[in-house]
Structure formats: structure tokens, C-alpha cells
């Protein structure tokens, strides 16, 4: 019996090589964005809205090696989620219950420097 793992693609890419990819621009562009929270919806909507994020999105999709529902899936509940966990300027706020997303369980997440300024 082969035991697939499940963090490895078929390519051999890993889920932390994905997340260490696109991390530098998730990090960037959470010091930009305003407002208070947002849900890995909005975040992969807004990182896909610009060109160089679109870029990101669409070669974690290729390097990961599946059917695109698939490699979806792994990059919406898997490395972008695992990106801004890695960030120092957000922190996870809960489950964004209500919220659709075919290809993952989004999340609510807080930024941090806004926290800093009601305080």
C-alpha cells in the first residue's frame, strides 16, 4: 500500500515551500491594507486583485501539481492561511462562519497594528 503525504504534492513541492514563497507578499501586503479585519476570502480577493499577486496565486496552483480544484483547495486552506499565521502583522480571529468558499474554511483574521491604534 503507497502512503501518500499529504503536505507533498505530486511535483514533490511541500505546503511549507508553497507558504515560504508567497510569504514575502502576503507579509508586504499586510502593512498596507487598512481597516480592522477581513476573512481569507477578502485576502485572496485583494492579493489576487493586484498583478504580481495574481502571479503568486497562479504559480502556487502550478508548482502544487494537482487538478486545479485541487491545488485551490490546498492553497486556500492550507498556504494562505498558513502565510498570514506566519505574519506578524495579523493574528487569526475565528472561523468566518457564513462565509462561502469552495476550496476552503475561511477565517477571520484581526491586524495588529490596527489594535494599536484603538488602544
Do not use: C
Not at 24 to 43: A, H, K, M, S, Y
Not at 72 to 87: D, E, K, N, W, Y
Amino acid at each position: 500500500m503507497v502512503r501518500n503525504d499529504h503536505d507533498t504534492g505530486p511535483n514533490g513541492v511541500t505546503v511549507d515551500d508553497l507558504i515560504a514563497g508567497i510569504f514575502p507578499l502576503v507579509d508586504d501586503l499586510l502593512q498596507r491594507i487598512d481597516g480592522d479585519e477581513f476573512t481569507t476570502n477578502d485576502f485572496i480577493e485583494l492579493l489576487r486583485s493586484l498583478p504580481e499577486g495574481e502571479v503568486a496565486y497562479e504559480q502556487a496552483l502550478t508548482r502544487w501539481g494537482e487538478s486545479p480544484h485541487h491545488a485551490r483547495m490546498v492553497v486556500h486552506g492550507q498556504v494562505i492561511p498558513g502565510a498570514l499565521r506566519q505574519s506578524t502583522h495579523v493574528e487569526w480571529s475565528g472561523f468566518a462562519y457564513g462565509e462561502d468558499d469552495a476550496f476552503g474554511v475561511p477565517a477571520w483574521w484581526r491586524l495588529k497594528h490596527a489594535e494599536a491604534t484603538t488602544e
